[in-house]
């Protein structure tokens, strides 16, 4: 029998008792390195904007992927972590740094996955939204805009969904490929999205406060929803890894 929102939110609770320390100095390191690096890309693509430097935007551009792409091993760090607080294994800070010394290239290829999703879901609508026109033309081109940026973002959200247990399987799997750990995510995930949709949305509450508390209360936020994901990851493949292996060949 499956747990509710409920019950998988008080395992989440009770698993991070006596290791907030470790989590939220994770997320805090993983947070502050993503955007003290990108701080010079940024302002470099403002200025190619600015001034009208086609060089310069493209090179602020590069850069903010390649610190989207590096900040993301540190991610899979924080959910190697929380995978380890979840099994009552030993956790230690150092484990952030998991994916840089364990075949880094299969999480870089995800995450790059992920950054193709979500630009093919978006730009085309995002596009037509900033098109120069006036008149009746602009009015067309934000309506369109607006639709086709719309159902870009649900495709996406259907993608995120159904691959939301693609970094798992990978921590758990060094065979896998990142084509047979989004494969397997997926049909992990078959009849769960809707499910995993609303666990995510149940925390809006709790977002919604971290805005009025000026972000802090996000450093008990955060931490809480990604243990809670790891919990609806355990309870969907509740075997040993081997016998998970296994199933996977099937």
Partial sequence: ??????????????????????????????????????????????????????????????GSILVFLLSSLLQIGVSQIHLQIARKQETRLEHLFFAFRNNPDRFLGYSAVLLAAGLICLFPGVLLLMLPSSGDTAVLLALTGGIVTAAGSVVLIVLLLSWALT??????????????????????????????????LSFLGWILFSAFSMGIALLWVLPYMTQTLVWFYLELVPQTKEEVSDDSEH
């Avoid at 907030?20 to 470099?44: D, E, G, H, W």
């Avoid at 904007?49 to 935007?57: C, E, G, N, Q």
């Fill in 1 to 62: 029998m499956k747990k509710t929102r409920k019950e998988l939110k008080i395992s989440a609770r009770a698993s991070l008792l006596g290791h907030y320390k470790t989590v939220i100095t994770a997320l805090l390191f993983s947070q502050l390195a993503a955007l003290l690096l990108n701080i010079p890309f940024q302002r470099m693509a403002q200025q190619g904007i600015l001034y009208m430097v086609p060089s310069r935007i493209a090179l602020g551009v590069l």
């Fill in 167 to 200: 970094p798992f399987l990978m921590l758990d799997h060094p065979e896998l490929r990142v084509r047979e750990a989004l494969r397997n995510s997926r049909q992990l995930m078959r009849g769960q999205k809707s499910r995993l949709f609303i666990l995510e």
